[in-house]
């Protein structure tokens, strides 16, 4: 198993620009997340989907998309990029979200620059 | 809302000694907590969760819900215990997402 993959690894971006963020499981886990990181603020929930077709909002949405069209697949979408959208963004997925399944796989992080 | 702090951007100690890192949440309902572990070059991966009651790498961690406190604790630190630590909260209830610190950077000097 790959686990989760992301890519790409690092980006630079134009402000303005859009750009899509992918992120893929082959765990057939349920559960699938969106994080960014920002230095002194820990991790925080962007987007999350808890099946095929089913995504809600989580602390910091605003200037991203999601979609969940199939099981593997969980991508982001930045339609105009801000120089506020800095930042390492993880994927991580889980079984389930219900206790004892949900422990969430991480994948290995996008640093996202915008200039 | 929940929210999880983590007062302790970096602890460090020599190896041998204990380590207690430093978690306090804030949920009015009954949360389950967890401690992530990032060490370098590596993924973000989960070290324990209080449900299970278990110790991991010489960790442990009791849920003290009259402090509404997670701290984790080992009694004589590793080098290889360096990393990066985040407290995670998730509700028992709704959308269940996870709440993380800020996290704390344990260095155990040789």
């Known amino acids: 198993n790959a686990g989760v993959t992301q890519t790409p690894k690092f980006q630079v971006l134009k402000t303005g620009q859009s750009m899509t963020l992918q992120c893929a499981q082959d765990m057939n886990h349920e559960y699938m997340s969106w994080y960014r990181q920002d230095p002194g603020m820990g991790l925080r929930l962007i987007h999350y989907?808890?099946?095929?077709?089913?995504?809600d909002q989580g602390e910091v949405p605003n200037g991203y998309n999601v979609s969940r069209s199939t099981t593997e697949d969980f991508p982001l979408r930045l339609l105009s990029a801000a120089p506020s959208q800095t930042s390492v963004y993880f994927c991580?997925?889980?079984?389930?979200?219900?206790?004892?399944?949900?422990?969430?796989?991480f994948g290995p992080g996008t640093r996202l620059t915008v200039l | 809302a929940q929210r999880v702090t983590q007062p302790e951007k970096l602890l460090s100690v020599f190896k041998g000694a204990p380590v207690e890192l430093k978690c306090n949440y804030s949920?009015?309902?009954?949360?389950?907590l967890f401690w992530y572990v990032q060490y370098s070059r590596q993924r973000l991966q989960l070290l324990l969760r209080h449900i299970s009651r278990e110790s991991i790498k010489g960790f442990t961690a009791d849920l003290n819900k009259g402090e509404t406190s997670f701290h984790l604790k080992k009694p004589f630190a590793q080098e290889e215990d360096s990393a990066m630590y985040y407290c995670a909260l998730s509700p028992n209830t709704g959308r269940r997402a996870l709440t993380f610190g800020s996290g704390t950077r344990l260095q155990v000097q040789p």
């Open positions: 989907s808890v099946g095929a077709g089913i995504t």
């Open positions: 991580a997925s889980s079984y389930s979200r219900h206790p004892l399944r949900n422990e969430q796989f």
């Open positions: 949920y009015s309902g009954s949360p389950e």
